[in-house]
């Protein structure tokens, strides 16, 4: 608590802000999260197709948890992409059946 009472002491409110930490740099740019969120916004894509094509078109290697993250804080819900049966025809759908 001393430390914030010598922050508030001499700085104020804006010595209770929490300030930069130090650390690795963000693998992902603002704008590579930005193409991630475009892509995700035109297809089903799960995240490791994300991730290799991320790979593929930015030459950027992040991991799958990555990917994730940075649509989670774009505010992104992350699903299991599910195989349907909705769209596939039947070759012999309302034919009776033969013996």
């Given at each position: 608590m001393a430390c914030h009472r010598d922050a508030w002491l001499v700085r104020g409110f804006a010595g209770l802000r929490d300030l930069p930490r130090s650390g690795a740099p963000r693998k992902l740019?603002?704008?590579?999260?930005?193409v991630l969120c475009a892509w995700a916004q035109d297809e089903a894509y799960t995240a490791p197709q994300l991730r290799s094509r991320l790979s593929e078109e930015q030459g950027v290697q992040v991991s799958v948890w990555l990917v994730q993250s940075a649509l989670k804080e774009q505010g992104y819900v992350w699903k299991r992409t599910r195989h349907s049966l909705k769209n596939e025809t039947k070759p012999n759908f309302g034919e009776p059946r033969q013996k």
């Open positions: 740019s603002e704008t590579l999260r930005q």
